[in-house]
């Protein structure tokens, strides 16, 4: 590796890279951690207007799921979350980003699939809790702009999640499945 040094946004998210070649024997270097934040998005449409719009009624419980649907964000341990919750009709699972072709979503009225959106932040806002399931994750960007509209968020113990969790109350960690 090339460098007179390193910039992480925080510790543990350079634990992603321990298993790439050379990695290790360039770790010596200097090393500074930068933690990254954002700026606060504006919610343009309200909570119970955009439930409406989705298809979510006011007293279900919106699960949010914003990301790559593959298994290193988790999005199998996802589904297999709600095959166990999947009859709960006041319960809602709302995915957000890339559809897979080797994962296929449940088919289900409490299941629903959004694609690509441009405007996560109205998502986060209506939903009562946002999964970040990864099994590994370098520092997850949509964790800090959930944390900061207030939306609670449960994730698991890697990378930068490990790092940022001292910082809020709003923020789960859980163990990997």
């Known amino acids: 590796m090339h460098s007179d040094g390193f910039i992480f946004p925080s ?9 790439f070649p050379g990695f290790e024997k360039s770790i010596n270097k200097p090393t500074r951690f930068v933690k990254t934040g954002c700026v606060e998005r504006v919610v343009t449409k309200d909570r119970a207007q955009y439930r ?9 419980f ?3 799921y914003i990301g790559r649907h ?3 964000k988790g999005y199998d341990l996802l589904i297999e979350a709600f095959d166990q919750l999947k009859d709960d009709q006041r319960l809602r699972f709302v995915c957000a980003g890339a559809p897979s072709t080797l994962l296929s979503c449940p088919q289900s009225t409490n299941w629903i699939e959004l694609g690509y959106i441009n405007d ?4 986060m806002n209506a939903a009562d809790i946002l999964v970040v399931p990864n099994r590994s994750t370098y520092y997850d960007l949509v964790i800090v702009e959930a944390l900061s509209h207030g939306t609670i ?9 490990i790092d940022i969790a001292p910082f809020t ?9």
């Open 52 to 60: 409406r719009e989705i298809g979510v009624d006011d007293d279900c």
């Open 120 to 123: 996560a932040y109205n998502l």
């Open 11 to 19: 510790e543990h998210s350079r634990d992603l890279y321990r298993a």
């Open 62 to 64: 919106l699960v949010a």
């Open 70 to 72: 593959n298994t290193i």
């Open 169 to 177: 109350k709003g923020m789960l960690l859980m163990d990997e499945c």
């Open 153 to 161: 968020v449960l994730t698991t113990p890697t990378g930068g999640n």
